[in-house]
């Protein structure tokens, strides 16, 4: 979704679009990567914690 709305932005700045459309589009990007990024950085805390060893001993 990420690479299509780049794609998008590609495409408005080869037509002639208003400038609050591009404006929107951007800021919906901005969001959409802030929200990709959170998601990348949360999976990868949920999967390193699972890999590392446990501290309990047992």
Known sequence: ML?????LLG???RYQVPG???TDALVL?????VLVAL???TGA??????????????
């Open 39 to 41: 998601l990348l950085a």
């Open 3 to 7: 690479a299509e709305r780049g794609f």
């Open 11 to 13: 495409e408005l700045g």
């Open 20 to 22: 609050p459309l591009i």
């Open 45 to 58: 805390r949920a999967l390193f914690r699972d890999r590392a060893p446990s501290r309990a001993g047992g």
């Open 29 to 33: 990007t901005g969001a959409l990567a």
